[in-house]
């Protein structure tokens, strides 16, 4: 699994997922932390769709984190003030990076988790769309 995909399973998914995983690690290896949580800011590039040219629409604030595990650097970044998630997020992929064993476990989890996320995020959009009202134009005659 990518780290894109896997970063965004645990961010929007249950916080208990990432936490489990991470104390899987915690528990087994020396994780030595390279940078303590903390809070940064990150310029959000956005394409124009007309020209194609890149721009910055802007900063964003992010909590990010660095832990090293037998020599591999892991991150943790994401768009909120979660402290505990971030150090989780890069335990997790300071773990990937290692190829640790209890890493080909997880990929089960977490497409469990993802479909869960996106079952619910259904649910919540259906639930939004039945007050969209529609509205229909008269043809001139």
């Given at each position: ?50 020209q ?77 769309l ?8 008269m043809?001139?005659?």
């Amino acid at each position: 699994m990518k780290r894109k995909r896997r970063t965004e399973i645990l961010i929007n998914g249950s916080r208990n997922l990432a936490a489990q995983l991470a104390e899987e690690i915690l528990e087994r290896y020396d994780v030595k932390t390279i940078e303590e949580p903390n809070q940064g800011l990150v310029m959000v590039k956005v394409r124009e769709t007309a020209q194609k040219s890149l721009f910055y629409l802007g900063e964003v604030l992010v909590t990010e984190c660095k832990v090293q595990i037998n020599g591999s650097i892991g991150l943790g970044v994401l768009h909120s003030h979660d402290r505990k998630l971030a150090y989780h997020l890069a335990v997790i992929d300071a773990a990937y990076e290692a190829g640790l064993k209890e890493t080909a476990d997880w990929t089960d989890r977490l497409i469990q988790e993802e479909a869960a996320y996106q079952k619910q995020r259904l649910a919540e959009q259906s639930g939004v769309l039945k007050t969209k009202v529609s509205f229909e134009t008269m043809d001139e005659e």
